[in-house]
Nanobody, 123 residues
Framework: QVQLVESGGGLVQAGGSLRLACAAS????????MGWFRQAPGKEREFVAR????????GYADSLKGRFTISRDNAKNTVYLQMNSLKPEDTAVYYC????????????????WGQGTQVTVSS
């Protein structure tokens, strides 16, 4: 079992930055592709970013390229999401996800989810 705990969310003004962290426990995440998803009120959960096992491969939602950066530190069993130039439409609960499948992480078909962290961007 893998437990995922997100942190770093909060309230930020438009144009600001936040760095989310997802700390894993139970197993090393070096065997898992990791991803971030988000869910805004009244909307379905959507893919944000994913990163491969060693961090050499990354992928992003097209609308977020250039503003968000995913990274991982397997020694710390932690994945990060750096979010810059935040917009009010980025307001959502952000979830961390882990799966052994690269495609599974992209499609949200994952074995493990975190509980989420709220990000609110004010205009």
């Amino acid at each position: 079992q893998v437990q995922l705990v997100e942190s770093g969310g909060g309230l930020v003004q438009a144009g600001g930055s936040l760095r989310l962290a997802c700390a894993a426990s139970g197993r090393t995440i070096s065997n898992y592709a990791m991803g971030w998803f988000r869910q805004a009120p009244g909307k379905e959960r959507e893919f944000v970013a994913r990163i491969g096992w060693s961090g050499g491969s990354t992928g992003y939602a097209d609308s977020l390229k250039g503003r968000f950066t995913i990274s991982r530190d397997n020694a710390k069993n932690t994945v990060y999401l750096q979010m810059n130039s935040l917009k009010p439409e980025d307001t959502a609960v952000y979830y961390c996800a882990a799966d052994r499948s690269w495609l599974g992480v992209r499609e949200g078909r994952v074995d493990y989810w975190g509980q989420g962290t709220q990000v609110t961007v004010s205009s």
